[in-house]
């Protein structure tokens, strides 16, 4: 290989992303054949695997920002009353994490990292995890530029330090008490995540390779591959200039449409099949389901809509929200809880308010709300009782919260049995006339 050869050889390895040990192969400039292969692999030339599902795959993208949704839900700070707490400078951590930038952006790029990885990173800056000094900021990272010092990949506890690999070549030794690390759960790695598009790779891939060869063909105006043969001998000049006959007669827009005839003495046959032949639409149905299943995204919430309607649409929304969604966002705000704001604050915690903000949720509240307010018109159990069953808080304690009351809005039953009138002695019809004291006390008078 001469210089020139070299450059730009090296200018295309410099391109790749090292930390991606899916592309790592051993080469040598030595041996250019093993050095094709190796850029060949590693940019993904002539293959149908996407190198950035994010960007390269619809479903995939459309799955991650589904996702991404649970970001834009606001996260409280909850004291051990189930009160919001007041400011401070966690408080203020939580609205401003980082330079710039707002908690719904940190955490939008949290949980594309937990799609696309399985895990993510913050930094600590200008403080621990030991609950001494509160961070000033936090900083995100990509999870392929963090890595596990040599000495610690032997040991079955956490590491003690990571290793950040910058865009300079240097790189960071950082410990651990200064790493905030969440990740799903890997049983082929304990120290690294394992992310959905581990289990849907071979699947992308599929709706990948048949997308470039729907493009194959609309790009070749829908012609399929074939081949021209002739009887006889032909020698290699006879081939070409054939060939070069082809290309200027059939090749190209101006071409297209154009009708082939043939004599006795050439046949084609055709080599590759049809969309129709292929099933290929029916492929493309299944890809996409399977892709949305690994993320546990309803089909029709992620744009699927040949089988939706209006009754089937309503339920998956809430069941893309109690299923998939609000795990996702109760997993990552009991890791802030318990790695942010707990070694400073015992006593507080975070959760996303997802019942005043997801209208989904917000109907089955209201079921809630409904059901809550039969239990207590039927007279047959308090409200205390009754808030219990239906999961709904009643918020400051009061007293008449532990009476059954007749009618709802009405006079307890206590008040009403012990106080009900002795028939007069005449028989004759009485009016009993009820009042409600401010004391929650009745009174009942009798009149003939």
């Not at 692999?41 to 002539?46: A, K, M, R, T, V």
């Not at 799609?115 to 990272?141: H, M, N, Q």
């Not at 043939?262 to 996409?288: C, F, H, P, V």
């Not at 219990?388 to 007293?399: D, E, S, W």
Request: with cysteine; hydrophobic share 35%; proline share 7%.
């Amino acid at each position: 290989m001469n210089l020139i050869q070299r450059a730009i050889v090296r200018s295309a390895i410099s391109a790749v992303r090292w930390s991606d040990s899916s592309v790592k192969k051993n080469f040598s400039l030595k041996n250019p054949e093993s050095l094709k292969e190796w850029i060949r692999d590693s940019l993904n030339i002539d293959s149908g695997t996407p190198v950035r599902p994010y960007a390269d795959s619809i479903w995939v993208y459309r799955c991650i920002q589904i996702w991404a949704r649970v970001a834009q839900i606001p996260l409280m700070l909850i004291d051990d009353k189930g009160k919001s707490a007041p400011s401070s400078a966690l408080s203020f951590l939580l609205t401003s994490p980082y330079a710039g930038g707002s908690m719904p952006q940190f955490l939008e790029s949290a949980v594309i990292s937990l799609a696309l990885s399985g895990e993510c990173f913050w930094i600590l800056e200008d403080g621990t995890t030991t609950g001494k000094t509160v961070p000033r900021y936090l900083t995100g990272v990509s999870p392929s530029a963090m890595t596990i010092p040599h000495e610690d990949k032997s040991m079955s506890r956490e590491p003690s330090a990571w290793i950040l690999s910058l865009r300079n070549g240097a790189q960071r030794r950082i410990p651990s008490e200064n790493v905030l690390h969440y990740r799903f759960t890997n049983p082929y790695d304990q120290f690294r995540g394992l992310s959905p598009l581990s289990a849907a790779k071979l699947t992308i891939n599929a709706d990948y390779s048949s997308r470039n060869h729907n493009k194959w063909q609309m790009d070749r105006h829908g012609r399929i591959a074939g081949i021209l043969s002739f009887k006889g001998h032909k020698d290699s000049g006879d081939l070409e200039t054939l060939a070069k006959i082809w290309e200027e007669k059939f090749q190209g827009p101006k071409n297209a449409g154009k009708t082939l005839f043939l004599d006795e003495e050439a046949t084609y046959q055709q080599t590759s099949l049809n969309s129709k032949d292929m099933d290929w639409l029916e492929g493309q149905k299944i890809s996409r389901e399977e892709i949305c299943a690994a993320f546990g995204i309803p089909p029709t919430m992620a744009g699927l809509l040949d089988r939706a309607t209006y009754s089937n649409h309503s339920v998956e929304a809430k069941a893309l929200w109690t299923e998939t969604l609000m795990p996702i966002g109760k997993g990552l705000a009991e890791f802030i809880s318990m790695r942010l704001i707990q070694p400073y604050e015992p006593k507080l915690h975070v959760e996303f308010d997802f019942k005043s903000h997801v209208p989904a949720l917000q109907e089955e509240e209201n079921l809630k709300i409904d059901r809550y307010v039969k239990l207590i018109s039927q007279g047959k159990i308090r409200p205390t009782d009754a808030a219990q069953m239906t999961g709904i808080k009643l918020g400051k304690p009061h007293p008449a919260h532990d009476i059954v009351w007749v009618g709802l809005g009405e006079i307890p039953f206590e008040s009403v049995a012990a106080s009900e009138p002795a028939p007069p002695p005449d028989g004759k019809a009485t009016i009993k006339e009820v009042v409600i004291t401010p004391a929650l006390e009745t009174k009942a008078t009798a009149t003939s």
